[in-house]
């Protein structure tokens, strides 16, 4: 081979790289992989000579895959303050756990799943600022000098490194995830499913810490709760009412951003994805429900 099919297979290999950054910078499949189609083609637009002068292709893709992620997330907020209920990150799938590993085009199946893409980290990212959150991911997640960080924010690396660390303090500061091993985690998250299947209101309540809060984002396109509902027993009885509108409703255990949750179906259609954070007596503390059929897409072909 060449070198040019080398250079565009080395360019090409970017993008499982590309994927994973704009995903944690967006919490949207769909617009990481926006981001990332624009940067390619940004990228081929360049006039041979041009490229051929970069001596980075990942890094100058992740420049302007950063510089569009940061320019989405400063719209993001206008469009989320009219989005029909609670805006909750896109569910991401196990796609080896299943066996549906595909080739090519879906970008869930280009992601890493680790802690930095767990639900609750994802929810506190949305507290940030645009310029917070990319500096965080950045330097954090991927390890990027505050240098080129720099580059993409069009800041200082010193302003750069004092945004990462106050998004730091946001994610110290905000109710965490207990330290809860994986099988705790799955064996609390199975005993919630039996007592919803059975409708076992006291034993749910049981299940779920007093305080406990559960958030549904539907997007407007379906039905589900607009405000968070606060308190494991108020909780437990809509959990119950939702058994009782929807008879023939299947619950899945499924691997949710890389921990253990459920996926409710019926009829063969995958209808909610619930993500569960579990405290140390193995309860739970937050439910977050994704209804949004336009984020539920790649749960499709779960089987």
């Not at 292709?57 to 009219?82: K, N, Q, Y």
């Not at 949305?126 to 950045?138: D, G, H, K, Y």
């Not at 991927?142 to 924010?153: G, H, K, Q």
């Not at 039996?194 to 039905?223: C, N, Q, S, Y």
């Amino acid at each position: 081979m060449g070198a040019a099919g080398a250079g565009i297979d080395a360019v090409a290999g970017e993008r499982r790289q590309l994927i994973n950054v704009a995903y944690r910078l967006l919490g949207s499949l769909a617009e990481a992989e926006d981001a990332v189609q624009e940067a390619y083609a940004r990228w081929y637009a360049l006039p041979r000579n041009r490229r051929d002068e970069i001596l980075s292709p990942g890094g100058w893709l992740t420049t302007v895959t950063g510089r569009i992620c940061l320019d989405v997330l400063s719209s993001a907020r206008a469009r989320r303050e009219r989005y029909v209920g609670a805006w909750l990150p896109d569910p991401l799938p196990d796609r080896a756990e299943w066996g549906l590993v595909s080739e090519g085009g879906d970008p869930a199946d280009q992601m890493v799943l680790d802690e930095s893409v767990a639900m609750a980290l994802l929810v506190v990212l949305e507290s940030m600022t645009p310029a917070e959150r990319v500096a965080f991911v950045l330097h954090d997640v991927f390890r990027y000098p505050f240098a080129e960080i720099a580059a993409i924010l069009g800041r200082t690396p010193a302003a750069c490194k004092q945004l990462a660390a106050s998004a730091r303090r946001r994610v110290r500061d905000a109710p965490g995830p207990a330290a809860v091993a994986g099988d705790g985690r799955a064996e609390a998250v199975r005993r919630v499913k039996e007592a919803w299947e059975r409708k076992d209101i006291a034993a749910l309540i049981d299940l779920l810490d007093p305080a406990a809060v559960m958030t549904a984002d539907g997007g407007g396109l379906v039905g589900t709760v607009l405000r968070p509902i606060e308190g494991g027993a108020r909780i437990a009885q809509y959990m119950v009412a939702i058994a009782d509108r929807a008879p023939g409703l299947e619950l899945l255990e499924r691997s949710v951003n890389g921990a253990p949750g459920l996926v409710a179906r019926r009829g063969g259609t995958v209808m909610t994805v619930a993500s569960f954070d579990v405290d140390g007596d193995g309860r739970i503390t937050r439910i977050w429900a994704v209804r949004n059929p336009e984020k539920l897409r790649p749960w499709l072909r779960d089987g």
